[in-house]
């Protein structure tokens, strides 16, 4: 496993995807969110790709859940893609479903 997290963003398909890697645990978003500039990066991306992600948490959940909302209020449908059966477990435990718009790919 990772010992740390980055991100890409990439074009899929004509999409602009923030792709997440590695490790996006609570233990490490501090240093990471340091280094995200969301209006920069995350700059007309409508998904987030969880594919590369080797370990997530109720923190990465949080996360995504703000950036859902600081895109709604662009106008903006922030589908998430990729997401690992741990994760989905947490959505469905915390009852996410309604706010985090999973692509079912």
Avoid: F
């Avoid at 980055?6 to 340091?34: C, F, I, P, T």
């Avoid at 949080?62 to 690992?84: D, F, K, N, S």
């Amino acid at each position: 496993m990772s010992s740390g997290g980055s991100w890409q963003r990439r074009e899929v398909h004509g999409q602009n995807r923030l792709y997440l890697l590695g490790d996006w645990r609570v233990a490490h978003l501090d240093g990471l969110l340091k280094r995200l500039d969301w209006n920069r990066e995350g700059q007309a991306c409508a998904a987030i790709a969880l594919d590369e992600l080797a370990a997530g948490d109720s923190a990465t959940l949080a996360l995504l859940m703000e950036w859902t909302q600081i895109q709604e209020r662009q106008g903006v449908t922030l589908h998430i893609c990729g997401m690992a059966q741990p994760l989905q477990e947490l959505v469905a435990l915390y009852r996410l479903q309604d706010m985090l718009h999973l692509c079912h790919d």
